[in-house]
Antibody, heavy 115, light 106 residues
Framework: EVQLVESGGDLVQPGGSLRLSCTVSGFTVSNNHMSWVRQAPGKGLEWVSVIYAGGNTHYIDSVKGRFTISRDNSKNTLYLQMNNLRAEDTAVYYC?????????WGQGTLVTVSS | IQMTQSPSSLSASVGDRVTITCRASQDIGSTLVWYQEKPGKVPKVLIYTASTLQAGVPSRFSGSGSATYFTLTISSLQPEDVATYYCQQHKTDVRTFGQGTHVEIK
């Protein structure tokens, strides 16, 4: 059964850091493109970052230089390292298999940036 | 690439034909996906490559268009279709979503 489980969301102060994890079962992370998508409270969906199977990465402009996407092949896990967090990063963060379309998705993990 | 959906919300009666449009700021070919998001649920793929129905999605949903203009049509609106619908392009490495269209029953 294919399953994606995010973890690591928390309440953090502005300027703080957090690392999100997405543990995958049912397929191999390193053989697939994987993305992070977020949704601020009451707002729409916003793509954040992708890591291609070949290892190339891309980011939305607003997180460039602050967020880093990576994966651990031995753990079949995707990560999002988030540094210098801002209030506007507050959102539910989803990981998803990126086929161009995002499918499947995890259930999401909530990141709240507030003092 | 910016994706612009219209309308931002709509209200229609059960059985009505509903159409949502999505415009891309540049040519994206057929790299267009439609999602349905219900409250408290994870977004679900309805249509991909602009017009291909995802397995398990009711046939009342259809997609059309190419280049910069796309539509999602619900041929006969049902109560369970109350949701927010998003388009998304994947022509570029930086994927982008439309702002969403909330559909409710009149």
């Amino acid at each position: 059964e294919v399953q994606l489980v995010e973890s690591g969301g928390d309440l953090v102060q502005p300027g703080g850091s957090l690392r999100l994890s997405c543990t995958v079962s049912g397929f191999t992370v390193s053989n697939n493109h994987m993305s992070w998508v977020r949704q601020a409270p009451g707002k729409g969906l916003e793509w954040v970052s992708v890591i291609y199977a070949g290892g190339n990465t891309h980011y939305i402009d607003s997180v460039k230089g602050r967020f880093t996407i990576s994966r651990d092949n031995s753990k079949n896990t995707l990560y999002l390292q988030m540094n210098n967090l801002r209030a506007e990063d507050t959102a539910v963060y989803y990981c998803a298999k990126d086929l161009g379309r995002f499918d499947p998705w995890g259930q999401g993990t909530l990141v709240t940036v507030s003092s | 690439i910016q994706m612009t959906q219209s309308p931002s919300s709509l209200s229609a009666s059960v059985g009505d034909r509903v159409t949502i449009t999505c415009r891309a700021s540049q040519d994206i070919g057929s790299t267009l996906v439609w999602y349905q998001e219900k409250p408290g649920k994870v977004p679900k793929v309805l249509i991909y490559t602009a017009s291909t129905l995802q397995a398990g999605v009711p046939s009342r949903f259809s997609g059309s268009g190419s280049a910069t203009y796309f539509t999602l049509t619900i041929s006969s609106l049902q109560p369970e279709d109350v949701a927010t619908y998003y388009c998304q392009q994947h022509k570029t490495d930086v994927r982008t979503f439309g702002q969403g269209t909330h559909v409710e029953i009149k």
